[in-house]
């Protein structure tokens, strides 16, 4: 038999390419896995139940001082704009995505560029708060992130060409896509954007390997969801059942409830759980009814995409209070020791909810804000006890084109808004950044138009204090307690991330990496990184070493929708970097 020394070299270069994509892909269980393996970040939230807590404690309070930049990174070119994006880390590289719908993969060592991919993005898009892109999914040998004109993109993780592109929604509706998907069973699981255009909101689900679209699910009661097999799309069940229980009319046929903060995973229950945006229009007189499933959260089953059960903050939402803000799996001990398998969210509407994650029932709420003026409190099941005069008043009762105005607290922009909090498993205490600002809002005349505004509402930002609008809280889920808080002048915009040495680490939109005593909200540490601050931080390990890092790039909504607020933040300058920073292992030593 005669030897083929050509195929041999090539057999044998195939079992090295299969052993190595072996070692380096990500799995189901790695992502499953996340909070628990220090050397990568493969998930949003740094663990699928957004948690966003790690466990490594080489940094700490007695040597974050000595926590230092080892690399920064420039997105480059003119393309500046909000940077909100969380990195991923995977075999010693650095996946992040920009402004502008661009991913980049970097040496997470070196900070040098291993490859960019650009999304070609049409003329005409809409996204009402900024060209902002939160992050990326890790799966197989593959890099997964939406785009502003909503497409699901999926790249090669070593070269960045394109393993597959599928349309989600249309752009030229009001449709975009500014978060960052979850991968959970092998399906790549996203909302969409757009509430401000009387879009439908939905989750759906896309086959991670080829990009086979799987199940959708409307988040509008009255819309069909489908489950798709062989291409075929099979009817799943109406969300809500049928319409008109909670929308008059066919409000309900252009209804919002956009889900565009995307959403966490909880393995116990089984359950993906995400928020819903604004009910559309923003004038509530003219849809009286709860809007479902507007201003909620909702849990959904991954395998089909069939509601589990909802809890709505806001119903008959008229502030643009949303509910997309991530619902947080956490467990602890009541008063009688039993263990409590709950999820906690820090609402726009400025009450903090605690829920049984099986089942969506209320068990405690409260304020974390310092003033609310909309409701006076939360009932027993947790629905709002509306305050007399709070809601805008209704244009078709005055004789002009303009309702009633109403001076609200907190602002539409919220007590809280897109940005992360954290949880620590050491202290059990939630980490919220916060801002304190109310609103002047009116409410006008509106008709639906495909592609253009859906408000039906003005407003007027203002900040609620003289020397500060931002407030870091530390707030105990299990008393409404706030244990600590730090007041920053500018709006906080920026994610927050909470480690085991007993450290919380956030961004000012100053520039400010700031690190923080997670038990007294003692400053312990600020970086200049040269803008604001509006991303946010990961931490993981590299050849015995803790890394932090964190993108640095004013923008996102405030300056386009902040009113008087906007006036505080006009000076502060664009960018677009990457900071990368670790604890020098003598340091480490030297603590011990």
């Known amino acids: 038999m005669s030897s083929n020394p050509i195929g ?36 949003y939230g740094m663990g699928l139940q957004g948690q966003r807590y790690s466990n490594i404690d080489m940094l700490n309070a007695s040597n974050v001082k000595s926590l230092q930049p080892v690399w920064a990174f420039s997105f480059g070119s003119e393309k500046m704009r909000g940077q909100e994006a969380q990195p991923m880390i995977k075999d ?91 991968i959970v069973k092998g399906k790549v699981i996203t909302g969409v954007s757009g509430g401000e255009f009387g879009i439908v909101g939905k989750v759906e689900a896309y086959d991670a390997n080829t990009g086979e679209l799987m199940w959708t699910r409307p988040t509008v009661e009255g819309h069909m969801g489908y489950v798709y097999k062989d291409g075929k799309a099979i009817e799943n069940g109406i969300s809500g059942g049928k319409a008109g229980l909670t929308w008059p009319g066919d409000m309900w046929k252009h209804g919002g409830a956009a889900t565009w903060l995307g959403g966490t995973y909880d393995e116990s229950t089984d359950s993906l ?3 819903t945006g604004n009910p559309a229009p923003w004038n509530s007189h003219l849809r009286p009814g709860d809007n479902l499933f507007s201003s909620s959260r909702v849990a959904i089953d991954p395998d089909d995409g069939s509601i589990k059960w909802h809890f709505q903050t806001t119903p008959n939402d008229g502030w643009d209070y949303d509910g997309v803000n991530e619902l947080i799996s956490f467990d602890y001990k009541d008063k009688n020791g039993k263990m409590v398998k709950a999820a906690a969210t820090a609402d726009r509407n400025g009450f903090f909810y605690v829920l ?7 068990i405690r709420g409260f304020p974390f804000v310092d003033k609310i003026t909309w409701a006076s409190g939360l009932d027993k099941d947790g629905r709002p006890i509306y305050t007399d005069g709070g809601r805008p008043g209704d244009p078709a009762a005055s004789s002009g084109e303009k309702g009633e105005v109403v001076v609200a607290y907190p602002s539409f922009l919220g007590g809280k808004n897109w940005m992360p909090m954290a949880y620590s498993q050491k202290t059990e205490l939630f ?81 400010f990496l700031k690190a923080f005593d997670a038990k007294t909200g003692k400053e312990l540490y600020k970086f200049n990184t040269g803008s604001g601050v509006v991303g946010t931080p990961v931490t993981w390990t590299m050849d015995g070493e803790q890394y932090v890092s964190v993108l640095s790039g004013w923008g996102g909504a405030v300056p386009l929708w902040g009113g008087e607020v906007a006036k505080v933040v006009k000076d502060f300058n664009q960018g677009g970097m990457v900071w990368t920073f670790k604890l020098p292992k003598d340091r480490v030593a030297a603590a011990n």
């Open 273 to 275: 759980f995400f928020g």
């Open 431 to 511: 980490y919220v950044p916060s801002n304190e600002w109310s609103m002047d809002i009116w409410n006008e005349p509106v008709s639906y138009k495909k592609g253009a505004a859906y408000l039906g509402a003005g407003f007027t930002i203002k900040p609620a204090n003289d020397d500060y609008i931002g407030v870091l809280r530390a707030m105990d889920p299990k008393t409404g307690k706030e244990v600590w808080r730090y007041e920053n002048p500018a709006p906080l915009w920026g994610g927050v991330m909470t480690t085991a040495g007993d450290l919380v680490f956030t961004g000012t939109p100053e520039g």
């Open 8 to 43: 041999k070299q090539f057999a044998a270069s195939a079992l090295a390419l299969a052993v190595s994509f072996g070692a380096h892909a990500v799995t189901d269980q790695d992502i499953l896995n996340d909070q628990n393996t220090p050397e990568d970040v493969v998930s």
């Open 92 to 182: 010693g590289v650095m996946y992040v995505t920009a402004s502008y719908s661009r991913v980049y993969a970097i040496d997470a060592k070196t900070g040098e560029e291993k490859w960019q991919y650009d999304a070609r993005l049409p003329d005409g898009i809409m996204p009402c708060c900024d060209v902002v892109n939160r992050g990326v999914a890790l799966y197989g040998d593959k890099v997964i992130f939406g785009t502003l004109d909503a497409k699901l993109v999926a790249l090669n993780k070593d070269t960045g060409n394109v393993v597959w592109i599928k349309k989600v929604a249309d752009y030229q509706a009001g449709y975009a896509i500014t978060a960052a998907p979850t």
């Open 356 to 362: 049984d994650r099986t089942n969506g029932d209320f």
